[in-house]
Every structure is written in structure tokens, then in C-alpha cells.
């Protein structure tokens, strides 16, 4: 055990995710535990900048476990990008005497923290917060689940008025470099077709897929789209160009946009932030440093920084064969 650990900081930031508040709780209330103070820095990275930061105890997390965004707030902070930057920062933890840094974030926050412990040898651990589930080194990042389910709830909504009115809904989700949430939603919602950035259907597929679809008999379709999708073409443009090759069916689009990052978070982003959170701090507490929390076949693990941020995550090829085959 490290006993020269006394206070980890911990903050959250890039795009904000549901079950972020709870990995705060997490770290906060693990360090506790094991008798650590726990500062909160506020605006992530700005807040080492800014000196914007707050002593928390066990019951500075009461009922936040179950709130979306996060009580601690994200920004960008172009300061940090600098070594100036990043030396006022580490000036404002000596000063505020903290001795560990937990990051809650995605590929940009880790970076960030990685540069942050070359330049100053100062402990750091990451989790990873995002909703797209691109990060490499675990299976499921903190959010995705909760973003899953509410895509699968807004796509049924949407589905009750593409039949009533015979209409072929496009709907945008989230996912410019990753087709995640497109594909599994794509599945759970009975997607005629799932557009994604790992796989370039082709607008001419596409056109042949859906009059397939209306020629036996469909008369209503829903088209999911990752926002990254690999035609080179928006979502619009693609409607545009269905419409006048499909005139019988009228055509809409719904870009789901920022709706996906919030609201309560699931059981699962709840649980896996407090598994999460607490391998951090014990990760930190017996020396560990420069790695990120992961999970992988129901086990929390510890990924490298630099592995974590230049490897890739990959979908899963079957669930595409999955979807093909049910998109008849």
C-alpha cells in the first residue's frame, strides 16, 4: 500500500455521460474508505488551471449516484494543450497537496493525463466516461448502456409514426468514429438498415436494400445512422437522395443529437462507474499508475494509457451478420 497517498483528485472531462456522477461517488467514497481525502476539481482540466477546487467527504455524494451529466462538470481548456499550461496545473496540486489524480473521460482526457505524468511523474489512473464505447481496453465505457436504451426508447416512439403514416424514418445517433450505438440499437429497435463508420454500405446498397423491403410488403422503414457513416454523405443528403429514387414513400429525418448524452443513468452504467471507481483508487493506492480501468468479460482490469488511447475498439462483426440477416 502507498502510504505517501493522502488526497486523490479526482474530475470528469470531455463530453459529459450518464454515470459519471456515479464514479465520482465511487471515488470519493473509496477513498474514505481507505482514510484518503478527496478533492474535486471542477471543469476538468480548467480547474487545475483555475484552482477551482472543492475538499468532498462520503457525504458530499449523497444522491447523486442516480443523476445524469456531471456534478463536477466538463469544459475544454486549450491551456492545458500547452506545457505553460499544464505547469500552472500541476503548480495548483502541489499547492492544494494532492498526491493522485483519477480522470474520468475519453481518448482526449487520457492524453491529456498521460502527458500530464510523463512531464511531472504525478500518479494518475483513467476511467473511461463516454457514450460512444470507442475506447480500447474495455468492453463498456461509463454512459454507453444508458445512451443504448434511450436511442432504443426514442427509435420506438418514432417507429409508432412511421407506420401510422407509412413513412421511411432516417434516424441520426451519436457515433462519428464509432457505429456502436447505431449497430446495437439498429438490432434492438428492428432497423431495416444500420449505416455505420466501420462498414461503407454504399448509397446504391442502401437503394436496393429498401425497395426490397417495400416490395415485399413493407410499408414503413427505419434507417439507423451513425453520425460518422462512411457514404460521405449527412443524414439529409441521404434522405434526399432515397426520396427521389422511392417516391411512394414519404421520408423523414430525426437527428436524436445531444438527447443521447443525457438523463438517469442504468443499472449497469451505475454499477460499472462504483466497480470502476473503486479499482481506481485501490489501483492508485497500491502504486499503480498511468493506466486506465477497463472491463473485460465481467472483470475490472487495467489497460496502459498509451494502449488504451492509440489502440482502436472494434465492433462486433457478428452482430452486422445478425443484422443482416434480420433485415429482410
Known amino acids: 500500500m502507498n502510504n505517501l497517498i493522502k488526497r486523490i483528485g479526482v474530475l470528469t472531462s470531455g463530453g459529459d455521460a450518464p ?5 465520482v461517488r465511487g471515488v470519493v467514497r473509496t477513498a474514505a474508505y481507505y482514510k484518503i481525502e478527496a478533492a474535486a ?24 449516484i442516480n443523476k445524469g451529466g456531471t456534478i463536477l462538470k466538463s469544459a475544454r481548456c486549450l ?31 487520457f492524453t491529456g493525463a498521460m502527458i500530464f505524468q510523463s512531464e511531472f511523474d504525478f ?15 474495455t468492453s463498456h465505457t461509463i454512459g454507453y448502456d444508458t445512451a443504448l436504451n434511450t436511442v432504443i426508447d426514442a427509435i420506438d416512439k418514432i417507429r409508432d409514426t412511421a407506420i401510422s403514416h407509412n413513412r421511411l424514418f432516417f434516424v441520426e445517433v451519436m457515433g462519428r468514429d464509432a457505429g456502436h450505438i447505431a449497430l446495437n440499437t439498429g438490432i434492438g429497435a428492428g432497423a431495416e438498415e444500420i449505416l455505420i463508420p466501420e462498414e461503407n454500405m454504399g448509397l446504391k446498397r ?27 454523405k449527412n443524414v439529409f443528403q441521404i434522405a434526399e437522395y432515397i426520396e427521389k429514387n422511392m417516391p411512394n414513400y ?3 429525418v430525426s437527428v436524436l443529437g445531444h438527447m443521447q448524452r443525457g438523463g438517469r ?8 462507474a462504483s466497480r470502476m471507481a ?51
Not at 206 to 231: H, M, N, P, Q, Y
Not at 265 to 272: G, I, K, M, N
Not at 312 to 323: A, G, T, W, Y
Open 278 to 328: 473503486v479499482k481506481a483508487v485501490e489501483s492508485l493506492v497500491g502504486d499503480k499508475t498511468n493506466f486506465m480501468v477497463g472491463l473485460k468479460e465481467d472483470e475490472i482490469i487495467l489497460t496502459p494509457l498509451d494502449k488504451a488511447i492509440k489502440g482502436k475498439s472494434s465492433i462486433n462483426k457478428d452482430l452486422v451478420r445478425v443484422s443482416d440477416i434480420l433485415s429482410l
Open 41 to 64: 476539481i471542477f471543469k476538468g482540466y480548467q480547474g487545475l488551471i483555475d484552482n477551482d477546487i472543492k475538499m468532498m467527504n462520503p457525504r458530499s455524494v449523497n444522491n447523486i
Open 123 to 137: 500518479p494518475v489512473i483513467g476511467i473511461p466516461g463516454t457514450i460512444d464505447n470507442d475506447i480500447f481496453g
Open 206 to 232: 442502401l437503394l436496393e436494400s429498401l425497395s426490397r423491403s417495400e416490395k415485399s410488403g413493407k410499408s414503413s422503414s427505419i434507417v439507423v445512422i451513425a453520425e460518422g457513416d462512411k457514404t460521405g
Open 250 to 252: 414519404e421520408v423523414r
Open 19 to 23: 454515470g459519471m456522477n456515479a464514479a
Open 265 to 272: 443513468p442504468s443499472c449497469f452504467d451505475r454499477v460499472l
Open 79 to 109: 491551456e492545458f494543450h500547452s506545457p505553460e499550461g499544464r505547469k500552472k496545473a500541476y503548480e495548483t496540486i502541489v499547492k492544494n497537496e494532492i498526491d493522485a489524480l483519477v480522470v474520468i473521460g475519453g481518448d482526449g482526457s
